[in-house]
């Protein structure tokens, strides 16, 4: 589902056990229901997970938490910018809105959630931030990748816990996996030429 202002994409992962990729920043909950209870059934999710911490990803957590009685997962390094009050107040002023934090449990690199349609595998890609994921289904190719690269763009790298070089090695690590649909944190989503679009991601980062 796109993101509208704020919001980063969000993506509902289908079978038996469905979950939700990230959550928007919470400013159009409403809107964010009504477009994914097009694609399956909702009542179904129990569990969301997020990319990385930063609020234009995780604000709507708590609206959805509440809506699903779901489990939000977060990886363990960057659970603190949800966790402590003094970065999610930070986060709040950086943005320039309100949005209600929740609590979050934490996974970590190399674990799998399936849906029983589906098994994605936590890739750790950190760069972005310190905790930032991608999730990948070898058996369909598909690449959910957060904000670690777009089509056609890389994500940044100088908010806080961002660094350069890690980002350079996640995108690496993304060329090694044979993926074929990118699914991204923000902007359109490619097919069938996700080695192009990680390419294009090193060359925008100077290292190709």
């Known amino acids: ?36 209870s097009e694609f399956g059934n909702l009542d179904a999710v129990k569990r969301i997970l997020l990319t990385h911490g930063h609020l234009d990803h995780v ?8 809506r699903f ?8 390094l960057d659970a603190p910018m949800i966790r402590d009050s003094g970065a999610w107040e930070r986060q709040l002023r950086m943005f320039g809105m309100e949005a209600e934090p ?9 674990d799998v959630f399936s849906t029983g349609e589906h098994d994605f595998k936590v890739i750790h890609t950190p760069g ?5 994921v991608s999730l990948f289904d070898s058996s369909s190719g598909a690449l ?23 980002l350079v090695k996640s995108v690496k690590r993304l060329m090694e996996l044979d993926a ?5 944190g923000h902007g359109p ?8 679009q990680i390419a294009g991601a090193l060359r925008h980062l100077g290292d190709a």
């Open 1 to 36: 589902m796109p993101g509208m202002g704020f919001d980063s994409n969000i993506f509902l992962v289908t079978g038996d056990d469905p979950f939700i990729v990230d959550t928007g920043a919470g400013s159009n909950i409403t809107r964010v229901l009504r477009g994914l």
């Open 59 to 66: 604000g709507g957590a708590a609206g959805l938490r509440k």
């Open 69 to 76: 009685i779901a489990e939000v997962l977060i990886h363990e």
């Open 102 to 110: 929740t609590d979050v449990g934490t996974f970590a690199g190399g």
């Open 128 to 132: 972005h931030t310190a905790g930032s």
């Open 144 to 166: 959910i990748s957060g904000d670690t690269i777009f089509a056609g763009g890389v994500g940044r790298w100088d908010l806080p816990t961002g660094n350069y070089r890690e």
């Open 180 to 184: 074929v649909d990118l699914y991204p």
């Open 189 to 196: 989503c490619a097919y069938g030429n996700v080695r192009e």
